[in-house]
């Protein structure tokens, strides 16, 4: 697996704002169809990461590659091109508000796809079935949603064109515990079935257990720990240990072990 | 690209379809035609001399989504008419796929909601005139609470936000002054263009003097000046409040055992009551020096003949009610902006919609407003 070239490779990554320094030469590698979750402590500076690498945090120093193509060296065409293989999924939904549903989730369709209204709302239904959203709300208002349901509908838009990579901002934070492990298993039979990369960041163990194939710990601007789960609950860093071997880490980690 | 999406051949009573090619989002449209076509063709889901179909998938390169959709779509056609349709070569990750597929799009769709263009125009003409009337409702409202919080700042005055106060008032009055005072200047120097032009016929271009001030002061600075702040601040209001109920900062406030309206909107009208004298006294200041300037350069008038002049046209009378006007004006168009900030609903287009209204019904409302005045005071006598 480590010979196939990394789909989303950075180096020496350095971002701040005015005086604070947030990401600090941090290095990182995504490989090929992985769920790969991302965690740290509140203002890690996780999100930050996730924008940097789609392209709406400027970086002072570094380089970032994705899908083989260096960000800086790219043209516009090339840069919307990379775009529609990547889909996002911002931590608050960022859901057009005023779209409908279904609208919302059509419109990366309708602006790169030449396809029919027929196909198009078919489709819509589809991903929208696929994230646990019955049609009935495809004509509802983004200000008319819960908070899970925002987070589902911004999936299905994150989803709309198939992307190859898909960048997930804390996806169940705020879901029900059962709506939640759907999501997790969700995210995984995608992987699975459309061999997507997935770029999750989450605070959710259950999440880390149920979905991820690795986990890299993001603390001091750098990423302080990287590999599957066991790495992680052997690793030595305080914070890892404090995350994984706390009270509610341990207990998951028990459960999963006596399973 | 250049590979056939699907080829048919008809084996007996049997309809054997081939599959190539990438049934992927981009060649999504393509594919559609393609399937519909099999599908509604001569050896088609609806024709008799078939009974089953066979799909071979084996030769897709890639699938996606769109693609497991549209074979699920194309098998529905079948299956649908109570006959068989299989399909054979998915590699495994495809089944799986078109596994996922296979449950969708079961229900019909919600019907779209159906639209009588009649009923939609009295539909439109109601609710305009609900709106309208919402709107009166909405600033009657608005002048209730901000009454009553007024009263009860009153009576404990120590609960009243000092600090935001002054912040506003350095918003709406302070940095607004550099460009009323040059739009009034602008102003008073038209007028007195205009006035010096026209009279000049008739050899009375001393009443320019007499235009202008009297316009000034009565009229002209304070309704330009109104205006201006409604563009300026009343729409700011709008939107700030407005993005503040969107983002559910008024919901928050209110749990906590505070009230909108003396938190927000009673600083932001006294901010304005406050600012529209003030501002309305420096812009009839600028429009009569820039009349001045004017009736200098363009009519020879010396300054102290324009001086003179300007002494004897205009009384205490003229300022009193020009002054009188402003904090009634500032008063309505901070009602107006903050009922309007606070009725926006949850999408960025309301948040739009309401600005603008904000900002047509303030003008709307202070034009009002200073016809009746003109009818109050030539009542009695000023
Ligand atoms: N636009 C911005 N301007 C200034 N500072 C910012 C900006 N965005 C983020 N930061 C700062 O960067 C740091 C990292 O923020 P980030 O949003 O990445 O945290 P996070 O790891 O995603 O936290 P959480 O888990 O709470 O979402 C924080 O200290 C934050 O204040
Ligand atoms: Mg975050």
């Known amino acids: 697996m480590s010979e196939t070239p990394p789909v989303i490779k950075v180096r020496d990554l350095v971002v701040g704002f005015g005086t604070q320094t947030v990401l600090d030469h941090l290095d990182m590698d995504v490989r090929p169809s992985e769920i790969l979750g991302v965690v740290g402590a509140s203002g890690a500076g996780k999100s930050v990461l996730l924008r940097t690498i789609i392209g709406l945090i400027p970086r002072r120093e570094g380089s970032i590659e994705v899908l083989g193509k260096d960000l800086d060296r790219v043209d516009e065409n090339e840069r919307r091109a990379l775009e529609r293989r990547w889909g996002v999924l911002f931590q608050q939904g960022a859901l057009f508000s005023s779209l409908t549903v279904k609208q919302n989730v059509q419109f990366p369709m309708r602006e790169n796809l030449d396809i029919s209204q027929r196909l198009m709302d078919e489709m819509a239904y589809a991903k929208l079935e696929l994230v646990g959203l019955s049609p009935r709300d495809g004509e509802k208002f983004p200000s008319e949603l819960s908070g899970g349901m925002t987070k589902r509908v911004a999936l299905a838009r994150a989803l709309a064109l198939d992307p190859e990579i898909v960048f997930l901002d804390e996806p169940t934070s705020g879901l029900d515990p059962i709506s939640a492990g759907d999501f997790d298993e969700l995210i995984r039979t995608l992987q699975q079935t459309l061999e997507i990369t997935v770029f999750m960041v989450t605070h959710d163990l259950e999440s880390l257990y149920n979905a991820c194939d690795r986990i890299a710990v993001l603390a001091d601007g750098k990423v302080a720990a990287e590999g599957t789960i066991s790495v992680m609950l052997e690793s030595q860093h305080p914070w890892v240990k404090m995350y994984f071997q706390g009270k509610r880490g341990s207990s998951l980690a028990d459960r999963e072990l006596t399973q | 690209m250049g590979e056939a999406l699907l080829t048919q051949k008809l084996v007996g009573d049997r309809l054997e379809l081939v599959a190539g090619g990438s049934w992927t989002a981009p060649y999504a449209g393509e594919l559609e035609t393609e399937i519909d076509r099999v599908a509604?063709?001569?050896?088609?889901?609806?024709?008799?001399?078939?009974?089953?179909?066979?799909?071979?998938?084996?030769?897709?390169?890639?699938?996606?989504?769109?693609?497991?959709?549209?074979?699920?779509?194309?098998?529905?056609?079948?299956?649908?008419?109570?006959?068989?349709?299989?399909?054979?070569?998915?590699?495994?990750?495809?089944?799986?796929?078109?596994?996922?597929?296979?449950?969708?799009?079961?229900?019909?769709?919600?019907?779209?909601?159906?639209?009588?263009?009649?009923?939609?125009?009295?539909?439109?003409?109601?609710?305009?005139?609900?709106?309208?009337?919402?709107?009166?409702?909405?600033?009657?409202?608005m002048l209730g609470e901000?009454?009553?919080?007024?009263?009860?700042?009153?009576?404990?005055?120590?609960?009243?936000?000092?600090?935001?106060?002054?912040?506003?008032?350095?918003?709406?009055?302070?940095?607004?002054?550099?460009?009323i005072a040059l739009i009034t200047f602008l102003i008073g120097a038209i007028l007195a263009q205009q006035g010096i032009f026209h009279f000049r016929k008739f050899g009375a271009e001393l009443y320019a003097v007499d235009l202008v001030g009297i316009l000034v002061l009565r009229e002209i600075g304070v309704l330009i000046v109104a205006i201006m702040v409604a563009g300026r601040s009343g729409s700011s209001y709008t939107a700030e409040l407005g993005s503040m109920k969107m983002r559910e900062e008024i919901d928050a406030l209110r749990t906590m055992g505070f009230d909108p309206v003396e938190v927000l909107v009673l600083p932001r009208i006294i901010v304005l009551v406050l600012a529209l004298p003030a501002l309305t006294f420096l812009g009839s200041m600028a429009a009569l020096y820039g009349g001045g300037i004017v009736a200098w350069l363009y009519g020879g008038m010396s300054p102290d003949i324009y001086i003179a002049r300007l002494t004897d046209a205009i009384s205490l009378t003229h300022f009193k009610v020009g002054m009188i006007k402003a904090p009634f004006m500032g008063l309505v168009i901070g009602l107006v902006a903050c009922a309007e900030g606070l009725r926006v609903k949850g999408s960025a287009e309301s948040l739009g919609i309401q600005t603008t209204k904000s900002v047509v019904e303030s003008i709307f409302m202070v034009i009002v407003l200073d016809g009746l005045f003109a009818i109050f005071f030539a009542s009695i006598g000023m």
């Open chain 2, 40 to 141: 509604g063709g001569p050896s088609g889901a609806k024709s008799t001399k078939t009974t089953d179909v066979s799909i071979d998938m084996g030769g897709v390169r890639e699938l996606d989504t769109f693609g497991a959709w549209l074979l699920e779509r194309l098998t529905r056609q079948w299956t649908g008419a109570g006959r068989d349709a299989v399909v054979v070569g998915l590699p495994q990750h495809g089944a799986d796929l078109v596994e996922e597929m296979h449950g969708v799009n079961r229900e019909p769709p919600p019907p779209a909601p159906r639209h009588n263009p009649i009923v939609s125009v009295l539909a439109a003409i109601g609710r305009g005139t609900t709106g309208f009337a919402g709107s009166f409702h909405t600033f009657a409202q």
């Open chain 2, 146 to 179: 901000t009454g009553l919080a007024a009263a009860r700042v009153l009576v404990r005055p120590s609960e009243y936000r000092l600090t935001s106060t002054v912040h506003q008032f350095d918003r709406v009055a302070l940095q607004a002054v550099p460009i």
